[in-house]
T-cell receptor
Framework: GESVGLHLPTLSVQEGDNSIINCAYSNSASDYFIWYKQESGKGPQFIIDIRSNMDKRQGQRVTVLLNKTVKHLSLQIAATQPGDSAVYFCAERYMNRDDKIIFGKGTRLHILP | GAVVSQHPSWVICKSGTSVKIECRSL??????MFWYRQFPKQSLMLMAT?????????EQGVEKDKFLINHASLTLSTLTVTSAHPEDSSFYICSQNEQFFGPGTRLTVL
């Protein structure tokens, strides 16, 4: 299930199930979107990206979906493993802000044994 | 292997002192690098864009005189937190581009 903590919402998923992490972005002019994984005490790790002219992109065990109509991004992780436990951030590149990468709020993924 | 390194990985300092954090691009000549700050259980907030050979570009609300950025070479950018106070305690992260981030520096100001 999904719950909202003090700052970061948490998604709890059974090991082996698929995880779906959602993100709403703010700028309709953004042309590029990225998902990052951040483990405790470490910097963000690039997972997968998608450009605004696409609505779906697949990687190894991960799929990103983009719905520009409602400004929504999702990350699907297949067959979730204990090593997937982390905080996941979506990020967008603002075309009118010197191509800076702006991070969304983040979701903590908790894997249940 | 890592393409962006940061030093130190953690630092504890007394209030009022200045702390310098280094960010190195190990395999890429970076004309720009990005500095972020992350408070516990929060997202990364972009502080500034470091430009090699010229002034950094600061985000709104970030004090340029407090957070001094120097990008003297294509492989090194530094962030100096001047006259640090406890509210500056945070996790500081640099990035080379959207793909490669440093491991972060944990600053604790007593």
């Amino acid at each position: 299930g999904e719950s909202v903590g003090l700052h970061l919402p948490t998604l709890s998923v059974q090991e082996g199930d698929n995880s779906i992490i959602n993100c709403a972005y703010s700028n309709s002019a953004s042309d590029y979107f990225i998902w990052y994984k951040q483990e405790s005490g470490k910097g963000p790790q690039f997972i997968i990206d998608i450009r605004s002219n696409m609505d779906k992109r697949q990687g190894q065990r991960v799929t990103v979906l983009l719905n520009k109509t409602v400004k929504h991004l999702s990350l699907q992780i297949a067959a979730t493993q204990p090593g997937d436990s982390a905080v996941y951030f979506c990020a967008e590149r603002y075309m009118n802000r010197d191509d800076k990468i702006i991070f969304g709020k983040g979701t903590r993924l908790h894997i249940l044994p | 292997g890592a393409v962006v390194s940061q030093h130190p990985s953690w630092v504890i300092c007394k209030s009022g002192t200045s702390v310098k954090i280094e960010c190195r691009s190990l395999d890429f000549q970076a004309t720009t690098m990005f500095w972020y700050r992350q408070f516990p259980k929060q997202s990364l907030m972009l502080m500034a864009t470091s430009n090699e050979g010229s002034k950094a570009t600061y985000e709104q609300g970030v004090e340029k005189d407090k957070f001094l950025i120097n990008h003297a070479s294509l492989t090194l950018s530094t962030l100096t937190v001047t006259s640090a106070h406890p509210e500056d305690s945070s996790f500081y992260i640099c990035s080379q581009n959207e793909q490669f981030f440093g491991p972060g520096t944990r600053l604790t100001v007593l």
